[in-house]
C-alpha cells in the first residue's frame, strides 16, 4: 500500500515535537561514557592512601556516583531523570571493574602508594540511558 500526501502533514492538536535527545529514548538508548583522568585517580589514591586496596577504591568510586547522576540529569536538561536511578545501579557493577584495574596499577607501600595508569573510561550501554560523556 502507497502513501502519498499532496499537502501538508496535519498533526494532532496534541503533538508534541522531540529533539533527537528524547528520541534516542524510544529508539533504544544510548551510552554514558565516563572518563577518570589519571589526575583524578592519583588524588582518590592519595585520599585513602596506606588503605588504597581494592575494595576501598571501589567504595571511593562508588562514592562518585551520585554526582554523575547528577552531572547526567543536568546535562540531558532533566530528560534523563528516570535513566540516573538505573545508571547507579549500572555503575556500582562497572566501579568494581574500574577498581581492580587501578589497584593492578598501584606501585609502593604505605601513603607511598603511587598509580602508574593512565586514564580510565567506562561506558554503560543500555537501553534507558542517554547518550552523555563525562570527564572527570
Known sequence: MEMCYAGALS???????????????TEGGGTVSVTLKKSTIQAVIGTISG???GW????????????????????TAGAATLAVGAFLIAW???AAGIASGI??????????????????TVSITKSFLPNFSLTI
Open 56 to 75: 576501598a577504591i571501589n567504595a571511593a568510586l562508588d562514592s562518585l556516583a551520585i554526582p554523575i547522576a547528577t552531572a547526567i540529569e543536568l546535562g
Open 103 to 120: 589497584a593492578g596499577s598501584i606501585v609502593g607501600t604505605g601513603v607511598s602508594k603511587i598509580y602508574t595508569g593512565g586514564d580510565k
Open 92 to 94: 556500582h557493577g562497572a
Open 11 to 25: 498533526m494532532p492538536s496534541s503533538y508534541v515535537v522531540m529533539n533527537e535527545e528524547e528520541m534516542t529514548y
Open 51 to 53: 588503605a588504597a586496596t
